[in-house]
């Protein structure tokens, strides 16, 4: 099955092109709209970038499968050899708890999911729309953030506000991030020589947006960001957990209106409110050359996490594993160690040595009666494999 993965930004795609579960290619087209566009493209025989206008999608879609067929850097034919085109969705909202075939029908759901993700799911839309243009013979299907999360049972999703907030507007916690902690989950099962329905895990996607999930044998029941990806996690722009009248205060004291109060919240807070970063790399520096402010931050972080990784055990009744995954979650030392001092309790005992240097996923003692491992997420290759699954071709 020949397949291309599309995440579509609202100036931006990224894209990887699959033969079954092999990348043929990959790349970005950025500046989209904005007059002085970017397009990367990668095989393993070829390393292209070029700097050009990219007026809209569609442009930078048929340039993107220009480069597709092209007999010197092509890795198909024609664009007929295109089976699917799996496309990144970041808000299913309640419908969608699976992988679907897009119609006209589901375009209007994934509309109608706007309001809870105005940001992210009129790109999306703009992607699918203009990628039935291009490659009209393809299957199109939509894989969603959210749609993992769709197992947590009521009393981990609803919020404490009055019914008609929930019926009528949506007001719950849904959750993202779902592709990655489904893949690492999977991933992690085969590490322990387990099935997934057996294993109690909680994954922690740390990245410039973090979240953590708790997976009862294969279901998630909890997840820590909520209606949007601003509650749970310090992250590097957003906040996390918030006072709710925080807002309000800062709106009147401030004489800030709500629209820059959520600005704030989520492109001024964090690690780059705490510390005038985002970068994890140069706070972990300053980190350890004594900095008050990246010490703070980083503290304060870990401690979210720590929290967390509590509320999870509790809530699962035990635990077999911890999942750390993304770019920071997979490359950050400190931040592993910080978050995970003082778990012995819990039955979680970090091994320096392999926190320092893994020598593969598990970085806990052998003893640890919880296994920690650090498993590089691939939401890539999922949403094939969900595309896979979805359309029943065997890979």
């Not at 419908?95 to 799911?121: E, G, M, T, W, Y």
């Not at 989520?266 to 985002?278: D, E, V």
């Amino acid at each position: 099955m020949k397949t291309l993965v599309l995440n579509c930004g609202s100036s931006s795609i990224k894209y990887q092109f699959y033969q079954g579960e092999e990348v043929l290619a990959k790349g970005l087209a950025e500046q989209i709209g904005e007059g002085a566009g970017h397009l990367v493209y990668q095989t393993q025989g070829a390393d292209l970038q070029r700097q050009n206008p990219l007026k809209d999608h569609h442009q930078a879609l048929e340039e993107i499968l220009a480069l597709l067929v092209d007999p010197k850097v092509g890795v198909i034919k024609d664009r007929k050899d295109l089976d699917c085109v799996g496309h990144r969705v970041v808000h299913g909202g309640e419908r969608f708890k699976q992988p679907v075939a897009i119609d006209s029908v589901v375009l209007q759901a994934i509309r109608a999911c706007i309001p809870l993700a105005p940001l992210h799911n009129p790109a999306n839309i703009e992607g699918i729309e203009t990628a039935m243009v291009v490659f009209p013979r393809a299957k199109q299907i939509a894989v969603f953030d959210t749609a993992f999360h769709q197992s947590i049972p009521e009393r981990a999703y609803r919020y404490a506000l009055p019914e008609d907030h929930y019926k009528k507007l949506g007001v719950r916690r849904y959750g993202f991030h779902g592709t990655s902690h489904k893949y690492v989950a999977h991933r992690a099962a085969e590490f322990l020589g387990k099935p997934l329905e057996a294993l109690k895990l909680i994954t922690l996607h740390l990245g410039n947006g973090s979240s953590m999930a708790a997976i009862d044998r294969g279901q998630c029941i909890d997840t820590s960001m909520g209606m949007t990806p601003l509650e749970g996690l310090v992250m590097g722009t957003r906040c996390g957990d918030l006072d709710p009248a925080i807002p309000l205060f800062l709106s009147t004291h401030l004489g800030l209106d709500m629209k820059e109060v959520d600005q704030l919240l989520n492109k001024k807070a964090g690690f780059k409110g705490m510390t005038g970063h985002n970068d994890l790399r140069t706070i972990e520096a300053e980190y350890g050359e004594g900095n008050e402010a990246a010490i703070r931050a980083l503290d304060l972080a870990a401690y979210r996490i720590k929290k967390y990784i509590g509320a999870y055990w509790a809530a699962l009744g035990g635990l077999d594993a911890l999942v750390f995954t993304a770019g920071i979650g997979e490359n950050s030392v400190l931040t592993r160690k910080l978050a995970l001092e003082g778990l012995e309790g819990l039955g979680i005992h970090l091994d320096p040595k392999l926190n320092a240097k893994p020598k593969g996923p598990a970085i806990s003692t052998k003893a640890s009666p919880v296994s920690v491992l650090v498993v590089p997420t691939n939401e890539e290759l999922q949403i094939v494999r969900e595309v896979g699954s979805l359309t029943k071709i065997t890979l």
